[in-house]
């Protein structure tokens, strides 16, 4: 069990700018979160899929953000025309179906937008 | 969106005295959870708690799902110096699909 693992660890960007980041969850687990977290909060949820399905989207989820998981393994989050407002850790968690309320998280990846 | 109250927001202890703290919702969760965050890492699972008013421990770790479903403790014992961090709690309710709700964080630090 290798754990959930995220790349990359780091983002600076330019506002307005593209950008990509990828979540690897446990091999055996068919249920990947995404959460943000910015700094003294606590995580808040985005978006969650059962292997390739996404079920759920968060209000916080604005149309410049969008996530996949084609192959109900990794999952990408992307957004678009990067805003200073999206300076945050974006943090990926996965779970057995059985057991959703066991979210095992990543270790993040840090965005900064300037 | 919402997030759990938690309290205290920080305390700093010395190093072998036991540490509580609590969580509270306006609302039911159907479960609980307790994490613990180091600075630039991920949360990491501690305690999960799944029936009211049950009891569970992981070591030094303690915690209890509150007989009204709207709370959660947890207990440190005997602290030593990499029990600091940021303590989180997380409830899950059926209603809400399967989200974690997240508190605000209790930051420990302890004094060797």
């Keep these: 069990d290798t754990g959930v693992s995220q790349d990359p660890r780091h983002k600076i960007t330019k506002r307005g700018q593209n950008v990509t980041f990828r979540c690897d969850p446990i091999s055996e687990h068919n249920r990947l979160y995404w959460y943000r977290q910015t700094l003294g909060q606590g995580p808040e949820f985005l978006t969650y899929f059962q292997n390739e399905a996404q079920l759920e989207k968060s209000r916080l989820l604005s149309d410049r953000f969008s996530a996949e998981r084609p192959k109900g393994s990794f999952s ?39 | 969106g919402q997030q759990l109250n938690q309290s205290p927001q920080s305390m ?34 501690l305690i999960a708690l799944y029936k009211a008013g049950e009891l569970t421990s ?11 479903r709207k709370d959660s403790f947890l207990n440190i014992s005997a602290s030593i110096p990499s029990d600091v961090g940021i303590y989180f709690c997380a409830g899950q309710r059926q209603s809400s699909g399967d989200k974690l709700t997240f508190g605000t964080g209790t930051r420990l630090a302890v004094r060797p």
């Design chain 1, 76 to 114: 990408t989050l992307e957004i678009q025309r990067t805003e200073q407002g999206d300076s945050a850790m974006y943090l990926c968690a996965s779970s057995e179906s059985a057991r959703s309320y066991e979210q095992y998280f990543g270790p993040g990846t840090r965005l900064t937008v300037t």
């Design chain 2, 12 to 45: 700093f202890i010395q190093e072998g005295e036991d540490v509580s703290m609590n969580c509270t919702s306006s609302s039911i969760f159907n479960t609980w959870l307790w994490y613990k965050q180091d600075p630039g890492e991920g949360p990491v699972l």
């Design chain 2, 58 to 68: 992981n070591g030094r770790l303690t915690a209890q799902f509150g007989i009204t």
